[in-house]
């Protein structure tokens, strides 16, 4: 167990700034931890997770997620070789309504 808690402490501090980083727990808490190294993260937060679960977990996870930073959807998409089309967050984009032109 020593181990998964050394690997919370090497993610940037700000990453999980809005929790109590000792409540986080690697497994229970994959997707919130895998989204917010996508969307936040340094390079460095990206190899931590990538070299503890596996770019195929990750991408399972992450084609769950009800939303995903535009820019995080697109890499993971190009990195992986999984069509965009297959992730929750592209099938299911909120629509932007625009203003109304009187």
Not at 11 to 22: C, E, I, M, Q
Not at 53 to 81: D, F, G
């Amino acid at each position: 167990m020593k181990y998964v808690d050394d690997i919370i402490d090497r993610f940037s501090p700000y990453l999980f700034w809005d929790v109590d980083k000792s409540t986080l727990d690697i497994e229970a808490h994959a997707s919130y931890i895998i989204k917010r190294v996508l969307e936040y993260g340094q390079v460095q937060d990206w190899n931590i997770i990538r070299d503890y679960y596996s770019l195929p977990v990750i991408v399972s996870y992450a084609r769950q997620l009800r939303e995903l930073e535009p820019r995080a959807l697109t890499y993971l998409s190009a990195i992986s070789n999984t069509p965009i089309q297959t992730f929750r967050c592209y099938t299911t984009r909120q629509s932007n309504p625009r203003h109304w032109n009187f």
